[in-house]
């Protein structure tokens, strides 16, 4: 886990009689999201990274929506495509790490098309959560979420009223209460974040007492060899 975000987490759950869970799980990554660049948008908090570019961090959230409004229909084979479909295995990692218990609820953040609420319903209706398990899936970009209640529509999760769908920012997610979720999952999206630390502390937020912070990320790839060739 980068440095600054545990150290958020650390903050976070010091104002709290019981702490919040915080599980980190990264895979392999180009430079484009190493630590180099972090420490870059840190250094000038004017600027921000995006891709292997500086830009101005206010420019950041227009840049990453833009993007993916232009993906969002052949995300998931893009994903694919580009991992020889690694990528659902990691998915299925955090699911098993996840381990979430029976009739709990999730807040799945920069949700995309629906990789980590499908796996979370599934594991909820193998594990006896069926009836009080419920997603509430956040993205930033409406083409991704329409992605996503495409792809449950007509599913008996939707029949059931065990998903919901809300277009907002992960830096502030007023329209959900405090304390009032068991897990709280990121896969692949706090890089895409301007403000890498305001979405812990929204985390921290709304997650109940003894909740789980989930957070599925590239990192830096240690051999140089691996590197070069991966980037």
């Known amino acids: 886990m980068p440095a600054s975000l545990a150290r958020t987490l650390a903050r976070a759950s010091s104002s709290r009689s019981v702490p919040l869970t915080a599980t980190c799980t990264s895979k392999v990554t180009a430079r484009t999201f190493s630590h180099t660049s972090a420490a870059r948008q840190t250094d000038d908090p004017t600027t921000t990274h995006f891709g292997f ?10 840049l990453v929506r833009n993007v993916f409004s232009n993906v969002a229909s ?9 991992s020889l479909g690694i990528h659902r295995l990691w998915k299925d990692h955090f699911l098993r790490t996840m381990a979430p218990a029976p009739n ?9 098309t629906g990789d980590i609420a499908q796996r979370f319903l599934e594991y909820q209706d193998a594990h006896g959560g069926s009836k009080g398990s419920s997603v509430h899936m956040v993205d930033i970009n409406p083409e991704m979420l329409a992605e996503g209640e495409r792809r449950f529509a007509g599913s008996r999760w939707a029949g059931e009223e065990r998903i919901a769908f809300s277009v907002g920012n992960a830096e502030n997610l007023e329209f959900v209460e405090d304390a009032s979720v068991d897990y709280y999952t ?6 895409n974040c301007t ?37």
């Open 53 to 62: 570019k500086t830009v101005p961090s206010s420019m950041k959230e227009t």
């Open 74 to 82: 052949s995300y998931d084979i893009m994903n694919d495509a580009m």
């Open 104 to 112: 709990t609820r999730l807040l799945d953040v920069a949700g995309g």
């Open 186 to 191: 990121i896969a692949f999206g706090i890089r």
């Open 195 to 231: 403000h890498p630390e305001r979405v812990v502390q929204e985390a921290h937020r709304v997650l109940r007492p003894g909740g789980r912070f989930m957070c599925l990320e590239f990192s830096r790839v240690e051999n140089p060899v691996l590197a070069t060739l991966y980037d």
